[in-house]
């Protein structure tokens, strides 16, 4: 791990301004992810700000009939809260399908959504990675490619998004509240917030250089059953070959959305209409345009038939 300079922010603006006005800074709160990446240099920052103690770690119900969860609020804690366990349960099993209790004691919400890529290429840094160093190349392209993305990849990257919390967050259709450097703040839709990967996948979201999360807003509970279904190599310590986070309703409507095929949470519209018409219906939809690999071709088929698993289990 290479020296760096630290110091622990008042406000979500002062956090702002420092990181932004510092080159190399970077912000830190639980660290599960950044941690780990600076161990290995992979991240090398040269100033950590500390957001902490910024306050924004309280869930609170919205005028409109919503939750607005603060950014610092720990996967655990959210979690095991009484109202997202009743109306956004899709939510809760998303979390506690991924990682260990000790890491969702520290892991944070603003945080979550922001984790990088768990690609072997990214964490091998003696192989090219265009994520880890723009225009060096991608090496998991005709590599080994099982794990990987089968669409929204491009021909410089085709890593997908590691997180499980992010899936349900897209299903939900939550809001990313950030503020900047200047005090000005936005309201991003979960579907904006993350980047396919293009010409630079090194960019992985859309957040200004500074720009720090301060809140996820759900709207109004969907109501129905709330299913996330997690298919992985090992019971647990895994990450997903693919998920699926589900609302469905008695009619047979609902909504699908789904991890570990895409450089982001991925959902279409078009599947979520299909949703009546079967799970075969709903993965030619959500695969339109999917570019899989010899290796990861699987991939397709394996959603399809998780999806008609939850659809099962809706009907008991």
């Given at each position: 791990?290479?020296?760096?300079t630290y110091e622990r922010a008042k406000t979500p603006t002062e956090a702002a301004a420092a990181v932004a006005?510092?080159?190399?800074?970077?912000?830190?709160?639980?660290?599960?992810?950044?941690?780990?990446?600076?161990?290995?240099?992979?991240?090398?920052?040269?100033?950590?700000?500390?957001?902490?103690?910024?306050?924004?770690?309280?869930?609170?119900?919205?005028?409109?009939?919503?939750?607005?969860?603060?950014?610092?609020v720990s996967n655990t804690q959210l979690a095991a809260h009484a109202t997202v366990r009743r109306d956004y349960?899709?939510?809760?099993?998303?979390?506690?399908?991924?990682?260990?209790?000790?890491?969702?004691?520290?892991?944070?919400?603003?945080?979550?959504?922001?984790?990088?890529?768990?690609?072997?290429?990214?964490?091998?840094?003696?192989?090219?990675?265009?994520?880890?160093?723009?225009?060096?190349?991608?090496?998991?392209?005709?590599?080994?490619?099982?794990?990987?993305?089968?669409?929204?990849?491009?021909?410089?990257?085709?890593?997908?998004?590691?997180?499980?919390?992010?899936?349900?967050?897209?299903?939900?259709?939550?809001?990313?509240?950030?503020?900047?450097?200047?005090?000005?703040?936005?309201?991003?839709?979960?579907?904006?917030?993350?980047?396919?990967?293009?010409?630079?996948?090194?960019?992985?979201?859309?957040?200004?250089?500074?720009?720090?999360?301060?809140?996820?807003?759900?709207?109004?509970?969907?109501?129905?059953?709330?299913?996330?279904?997690?298919?992985?190599?090992?019971?647990?310590?895994?990450?997903?070959?693919?998920?699926?986070?589900?609302?469905?309703?008695?009619?047979?409507?609902?909504?699908?959305?789904?991890?570990?095929?895409?450089?982001?949470?991925?959902?279409?519209?078009?599947?979520?209409?299909?949703?009546?018409?079967?799970?075969?219906?709903?993965?030619?939809?959500?695969?339109v345009n999917a570019r899989p690999t010899e290796e990861n071709a699987f991939k397709v088929p394996l959603v399809?038939?998780?999806?008609?698993?939850?659809?099962?289990?809706?009907?008991?």
């Open positions: 791990m290479r020296e760096f006005q510092t080159p190399g800074a970077k912000f830190i709160a639980g660290g599960t992810n950044l941690l780990d990446l600076m161990k290995l240099e992979i991240e090398t920052p040269t100033h950590l700000v500390d957001v902490q103690g910024l306050g924004p770690d309280k869930i609170e119900a919205t005028p409109e009939g919503g939750l607005r969860i603060g950014t610092l349960a899709v939510l809760t099993k998303a979390i506690v399908a991924g990682a260990s209790g000790q890491l969702r004691n520290k892991a944070t919400t603003g945080g979550n959504l922001l984790q990088t890529t768990r690609c072997s290429y990214f964490y091998d840094t003696n192989l090219p990675c265009n994520k880890r160093m723009p225009g060096s190349g991608c090496s998991a392209i005709g590599g080994y490619s099982r794990q990987l993305g089968v669409i929204g990849t491009s021909s410089d990257c085709i890593a997908t998004y590691p997180g499980d919390m992010a899936v349900a967050m897209r299903l939900l259709d939550a809001t990313v509240d950030t503020v900047r450097a200047d005090g000005t703040t936005r309201s991003i839709p979960i579907a904006e917030f993350h980047r396919l990967p293009g010409t630079t996948p090194h960019i992985e979201t859309v957040l200004s250089p500074g720009e720090i999360i301060t809140a996820v807003t759900l709207p109004r509970s969907l109501g129905g059953q709330h299913f996330y279904h997690k298919v992985r190599d090992r019971a647990s310590y895994a990450f997903a070959l693919v998920s699926v986070a589900a609302v469905i309703h008695p009619d047979g409507s609902g909504r699908v959305a789904i991890g570990g095929v895409a450089p982001k949470p991925w959902r279409s519209d078009a599947a979520d209409a299909a949703m009546p018409r079967g799970a075969k219906a709903v993965a030619e939809q959500l695969f399809e038939r998780t999806i008609a698993f939850v659809m099962a289990q809706a009907k008991g």
